[in-house]
């Protein structure tokens, strides 16, 4: 893979630690998930940012599961989590690590602080704990249990592991300054009680560690160079390096960046959860979901994603990107490697009334005009086709090339055809339009060079196939769903009309043995993806990916 990335200031930091010699040259990040819902955007950005790194360095990139909240975490969460993670190109070879494998370790390494008398037993409950911590700008107070004994919290902290009390009673906390101007340093707790089941360690464990000690123990573990996190964690390096520095052992540098969502959708794990527990959407890879299995069963590319990152770019401050920058991404990639083919999705019926009947020619049409390898099609053309509804007007508005009548217009790569007239049922609804065609244009081509504005698509109605196709469009109707007064709730942004079931398009007959998960330009309407689920050999179900932009400027002066 090509690795030319945009550097960014992370990328600077990691230059200079190379030029001095820092971790001889090493180069080797991580991405740390918890197993607690589905990947999404945000954390695509974080794993192709960190893996990137690796392989623009020649280092190492680490999978580890921050799997130290037993309460919210399944096994669902892992493999899906994995699996994202390889498609996104995150490769992590043999190095798919759990942070609950060092449960011993940051034990261990815990008791060697309470011996060192860094750290000690408080008998204190959660809100005395948060009201005791004071606030920025005011010193907070001491527990009236930090003065105990080593002796005394070695053996209630070997207690609390041995599961001899109740969940809160008690924790374990670092000694290190109630009066610190940042507040994390203040006495933070390291340990909490916890009667839990644990997917990987059972019941083994009655104490759990907080993010703020295992997290930098992890990192040092597994020989980390660059921990890279997001902004939220800046005020926490400084207790990152306490805890390193106090134990001395090896000694990773955190770097934060800013978060970065999405335009018209959600990226809070817990309104995504809801919104599938819900129904509003139909699971966790429903494609207009923002999440890497919704983006892949959408026909999103992890290429385009990267694109679409190295685009967005990395940096200190926080900021929604629009969802046009990735439909760009992805439209730049398809253009280029998906083969088109035509599909009807609202038919009106078109009758070529001086074409024979019952006969059938073999239209040549190129498979993608972008990448002349991928060769040609035939295309069976009949007297009786579809068009779209959209394609005909019987009064055009100015401006309009396509079919209308007394207008020519071009049928793509087959003929060009005249309307002459339209059948219309009792209520004056067109039911079919009637056309005669030019047969020295074969091809779509005018042997007299005039011009012919319009180029629209078509198929046999003898020879299509119906087909169900499933048109996406925001999930939310404004740009920032998550920014509501309080009080109100985020979902009454939910867009209604965010899914269009068509369930009987019309398709070309090649479309038939359209393969499960495969992506194809719908020539004029965009870019459609076999859906791997629902589609059936010889039955596919199409995922529009994204829509065609600037499809009429291109198509209408093109001659075909
Ligand atoms: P929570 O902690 O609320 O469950 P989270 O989004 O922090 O949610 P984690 O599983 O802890 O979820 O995240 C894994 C990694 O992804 C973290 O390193 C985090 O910094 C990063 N990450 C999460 N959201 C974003 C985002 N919007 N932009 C960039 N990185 C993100
Ligand atoms: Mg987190």
Same mark, same amino acid.
């Given at each position: ?76 969460? %892992? ?5 994202? %993670? ?42 005395? %704990? ?194 046009? %920058? ?235």
């Amino acid at each position: 893979m090509e690795t030319t990335v945009r550097k960014n200031f992370i990328y600077e930091l990691i230059d200079r630690d190379n030029e001095t010699g820092r971790f001889e040259g090493r180069v080797h990040t991580r991405f740390p998930p918890e197993p607690n819902g589905y990947l999404h955007i945000g954390h695509a950005t974080s794993i192709i940012l960190n893996s990137t790194i690796a392989k623009h360095y020649n280092g190492k990139f680490n999978l580890r599961f921050d799997d130290t909240n037993p309460a919210k975490e399944e096994q669902e969460y %892992v493999d899906s989590i994995v699996a994202d %993670v390889r498609w996104l190109g995150g490769d992590f070879e043999d190095r798919l690590f759990f942070a609950s494998d060092y449960f011993q370790q940051m034990y261990d390494w815990a008791m060697a602080l309470v011996k060192k008398g860094k750290a000690f037993v408080c008998d204190l409950k959660a809100d005395e %704990v948060s009201r005791l911590r004071g606030a920025p700008g005011t010193p907070g107070q001491e527990s009236p249990y930090r003065g105990r004994s080593i002796e005394e919290n070695v053996d209630l902290f070997t207690r609390m592991k041995n599961g001899e009390f109740p969940d809160g009673s008690r924790t374990l906390r670092a000694k290190i300054d109630m009066a610190h101007p940042n507040i994390n340093m203040r006495d933070p707790v390291m340990y909490r009680i916890l009667h839990a089941e644990h997917h990987r360690q059972g019941n083994k464990w009655c104490v759990y560690p907080m993010y703020d000690w295992a997290h930098g123990l992890e990192d040092s573990l597994e020989k980390i160079t660059h921990s890279i996190c997001t902004l939220e964690f800046e005020d926490h390096r400084p207790l990152y390096d306490w805890f390193l520095d106090q134990l001395g052992i090896y000694h990773p540098q955190q770097i934060e960046f800013a978060r970065r969502t999405l335009g018209n959708t959600v990226t809070s794990k817990r309104k995504l959860l809801e919104l599938v527990k819900t129904g509003r959407v139909e699971g966790w890879d429903d494609p207009r979901m923002p999440t890497v299995a919704g983006f892949r069963r959408r026909g999103y590319t992890a290429g385009a994603l990267r694109a679409f990152c190295d685009e967005v770019g990395i940096s200190k401050v926080p900021g929604v990107s629009d969802i046009w %920058v990735l439909e760009n991404a992805i439209r730049g990639e398809l253009n280029r490697t998906a083969p088109r083919a035509m599909a009807v999705l609202k038919p009106v019926k078109v009758v070529i009334d001086n074409y024979p009947e019952g006969q059938a020619e073999e239209m040549t049409v190129l498979n993608n005009p972008e990448d002349p390898a991928a060769g040609s099609r035939k295309v069976p053309f009949t007297r009786e086709l579809y068009i779209e509804q959209d394609d005909f007007k019987e009064v055009p508005p100015k401006k309009y090339f396509r079919m209308t009548p007394g207008q020519e217009v071009r049928l793509r790569s087959a003929y060009i055809v005249k309307c002459v007239g339209v059948d219309k049922d009792a209520s004056g609804n067109v039911t079919a339009v009637h056309c005669t065609y030019d047969p020295a244009t074969r091809g779509g081509d005018a042997p007299d060079g005039r011009k012919i504005k319009g180029t629209i698509h078509w198929v046999s109605a003898r020879h299509a196939f119906p087909a169900k196709v499933r048109l996406y469009d925001a999930l939310f109707t404004v740009r920032e769903p998550e920014d509501v007064p309080e009080g109100e709730d985020y979902k009454k942004n939910l867009n209604p009309n965010s899914l269009e079931v068509v369930e009987k398009a019309l398709l070309e007959p090649s479309l038939k043995d359209a393969a499960a998960g495969t992506r194809w330009q719908f020539e004029r309407l965009g870019y459609f993806f076999a859906d791997p689920k629902d589609s059936r050999p010889g039955a596919p179900v199409f995922n529009r990916t994204v829509t065609l932009r600037d499809a009429w400027a291109k198509i209408e002066q093109k001659t075909a």
